[in-house]
């Protein structure tokens, strides 16, 4: 048995997903205002004062059922992220997935939908929770944001 943190992309979707999680790291810095470790000195003195957001970010992919390659490694038919950014008491949330086949298409969601897909695909009850510390500010409709993020 072995793991590792990276899952088999198809080829024809990397280059979208790549700029997919570019742009889930755009919103992150821009928006969010998460610390930019490459930011200067601003960014040292949020740091010190600890008053910088909090953006969770969960991924995965979910395990095909006879797809693999060599040495048994699973090839996930949908592979997602979602994030949540918590900034004093505001939360802002936005998911983005894709199914692992030729040509397919990134689509950016709200954490909400992601769970629907998710809990389905896994046959779930209850609903798959992605942030379920969070009391469900991260799923709530009215903090989706996932029209900001651009894929």
């Known amino acids: 048995l072995s793991l590792t943190n990276s899952v088999p992309i198809h080829a024809s979707?990397?280059?979208?997903?790549?700029?997919?999680?570019?742009?889930?790291?755009?919103?992150?810095?821009?928006?969010?205002?998460?610390?930019?470790?490459?930011?200067?000195?601003?960014?040292?003195?949020?740091?010190?004062?600890?008053?910088?957001?909090?953006?969770?970010?969960?991924?995965?992919?979910?395990?095909?059922?006879?797809?693999?390659?060599?040495?048994?490694?699973?090839v996930p038919d949908v592979i997602w992220l979602a994030g949540c950014c918590v900034r004093g008491g505001e939360t802002k949330s936005f998911a983005v997935y894709v199914r692992n086949v030729q040509n397919g298409q990134i689509i950016s969601a709200p954490?909400?939908?992601?769970e629907v897909l998710l809990s389905?695909?896994?046959?779930?009850?209850?609903?798959?929770?992605?942030?379920?510390?969070l009391n469900g500010m991260c799923a709530d409709l009215q903090n989706d944001v996932s029209k900001y993020v651009m894929v």
């Open 13 to 74: 979707i990397y280059s979208a997903w790549k700029q997919a999680l570019g742009s889930v790291r755009k919103y992150s810095i821009d928006v969010c205002g998460v610390v930019n470790l490459d930011g200067g000195e601003e960014n040292h003195h949020r740091r010190k004062k600890n008053d910088s957001p909090d953006m969770h970010i969960v991924a995965g992919g979910v395990p095909s059922t006879n797809n693999t390659i060599g040495n048994d490694v699973n």
């Open 111 to 114: 954490v909400e939908q992601l």
């Open 120 to 133: 389905d695909l896994y046959k779930s009850e209850p609903t798959v929770r992605l942030f379920p510390a």
